[in-house]
């Protein structure tokens, strides 16, 4: 049985292979039954998709792979805090714990344009029974995002 | 030049559109410069894609046509005050202003597991820029969850 490291590893290895090919410094994996279903980085630049975030990408792939709405069960593993839009969506998936790594201020400080509401002031005000394990991995999480202001590339 | 009410007008008869195909009651037109880019319903379902939502769907194909993330000076007219995850979409693509008719509590009270925070709130904690015109065609947009009602679907 794999560990809640190797997951989360899998999603930094996912958000480096990312940066080498130009998108922005996010990776995350879903879990099911210590098997992972879906692991991607974002791909807001590579598809023309603002929508595109990391979670966003691995959300609809387990949909697809599972051929389910209903992701009751599932762990998302993110190398960052996931920004509202995708705590959101792990909700309406009813994704049962969301794992993460950096901060939504840790993006904000390196440029990023975050809401800045963080996924545990989500949950208390909307009464969300998700599950969150925060700082998890949290130094090798911020490092993706220096790996990545080492390529020169820009946040939007 | 079309007005607001015949661009939510069209929001409206998406939504129905999509009711007839067995989608959710939901439906978005995003709108630049007087001219309608793209008008969708929610494609949940038919998609098989929690994050299927009207305004997701919207704003990705706005993406696609005008090639560009940054939608800054778009409007989008939705028939539901966006969930969290759709307003914070709206805020990542910079759209300009949100327009919506039924409110996120109209959706709970017809089943929908919406986060219940109103687009004002999620303004306010993160001083987001965006304008938000509320309650616009109410009446017609609350009509649309009755109609859906009758059609037997279950809200999720």
Not at 58 to 80: F, K, N, P, Q, V
Not at 131 to 151: A, K, N, P
Request: glycine share 6%; net charge negative.
């Amino acid at each position: 049985m794999k560990t809640d490291e190797q997951f989360m590893q899998s999603a930094i290895n996912k958000a480096k292979e990312g940066i080498k090919q130009g998108q922005t410094p996010f990776g995350a994996c879903i879990v099911k039954d210590g098997e992972i279903i879906s692991c991607l980085h974002n791909l807001v630049f590579e598809n023309m998709d603002i929508t595109a975030h990391a979670e966003i990408c691995a959300i609809r792939e387990t949909c697809r792979r599972l051929r389910t709405i209903d992701l009751s069960g599932c762990i998302i593993y993110s190398t960052c805090e996931p920004c509202p839009m995708c705590f959101s969506a792990c909700h309406w998936a009813r994704i049962s714990r969301i794992v993460y790594g950096a901060r939504i201020e840790d993006a904000r400080q390196f440029g990023f344009n975050e809401l800045e509401i963080s996924n545990e002031v989500m949950k208390q005000i909307a009464s969300s029974p998700v599950e969150i394990t925060v700082d998890f991995l949290r130094q090798e999480s911020l490092e993706l995002f220096r790996f990545w202001g080492e390529s020169g590339q820009k946040a939007y």
